[in-house]
């Protein structure tokens, strides 16, 4: 009982703190795309390392196989710049931002027409501070001028990070940035550092729902297991509640997928993707697309999960239990009294875990009847009532994802 009150509670609280939420139409489901950051950080050597470098090639070259290998198709559809794509000073006379000529020969303007001419959509980054985290040049003194340049550019997406910067500036320059975004007239996702760097405190999470679309809570990921770990864990404890902020057009950032690298198993990278989709998470793919192995791209496409992280009525599920490294995770979605369920084993050793549950045990009191699915594959495991008792076996560093699809009551 007091398990559907609070889930009652959260979907309330997103319907209250929506009519503040940014709404400029963009981020209804989580983004998806690819970025940069993780596989390819600042990287600015094009001589030595041509193909990994932070260039335009490398940002065609993942357009090019976003729109040829069905990534697009499923959703991915956003080609995020991240940082050191600039040149280390502004232009003398416009004082724009302007592209490292060597490795942007042909400036932003034709990268972004590249993207669009494949059905994508061009994200770019920036820093609120006076340089970036890269120490490139940072956007403050020039808000307005670098919104309408990233307008008159055709980007759709801005991601704004926050270093060097005073701490007291971020709950107003991220407010104006976004109203500065907004007054070009282009419609500009926004990408907000704010919160990861207000980690020791709690941030004011219904503010920055009113000005980000999105919004990194925490630490960047790294391309291992222990990071995708570390970063649950923080989305567990969801100091602040911000789980109850999230809702269609504003959602929490766990940070990139880093499936098709080699930090994860096969079952951890499938733990990725599951977590991920029950977290409403947007899904910025980086790896390198060009060389990812095909049981890497089968699970970057799956339909079941991919269908989970995109469900509309867009609530971020919450961790129900944590015992003995298994943890429970529940996320309602439609049709309207249905829910996704994770159990994710993360314990190292050992050959696994039987758990037998019902419904009622995780809170569900309801007297419907659900027709469960494991996600990942398709398998329908049957139709269960509340008290019906499930039997799933999880092995260690693995996830259970089922669907349990209200079908009468
Ligand atoms: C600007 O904000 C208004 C008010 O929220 C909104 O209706 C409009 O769609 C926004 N425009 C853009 C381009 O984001
Ligand atoms: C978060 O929720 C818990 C319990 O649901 C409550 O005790 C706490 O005060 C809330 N915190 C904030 C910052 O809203
Ligand atoms: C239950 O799920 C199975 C397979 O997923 C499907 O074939 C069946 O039609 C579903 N039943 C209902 C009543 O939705």
Known sequence: MVLVYHIALATLATLVVSTLALNNGLARTPPMGWLSWQRFRCN?????DPKNCISEQLY????DRLAADGYKEAGYVYVN??????SKERDPKTLQLVADPKRFPRGIKFLADYVHAKGLKLGIYGDMGTLTCGGYPGSKFYMSLDARTFADWGIDSFKMDGCYSRTEDFTIAYPIMEAFLNSTGRPILFSCSWPAYQIESIPDYPRIAEYCNIWRNFDDIDDSWSSVQSIIEFYGTDKGNFSGVAGPGNFNDPDMIIVGNKGLSPSEAQAQMAMWAIMAAPLFLSNDLRTVDPESRALILNKGVIAINQDPLGIMGKRLFKNSGIECWLRPVTPVGSYAVAFLNLNDGGSGTTLKYTLKTLGIQETATFNLTEVFTGTPLGVF?????ITVFIDVSSVFLG???KISG
């Open 403 to 405: 669907k349990f699809s």
């Open 44 to 48: 600015i050597n094009c001589v030595a």
């Open 60 to 63: 065609m070259d993942m357009a």
């Open 81 to 86: 710049i991240d940082d050191c794509w600039a």
């Open 385 to 389: 009532t509340a008290d019906k008792s």
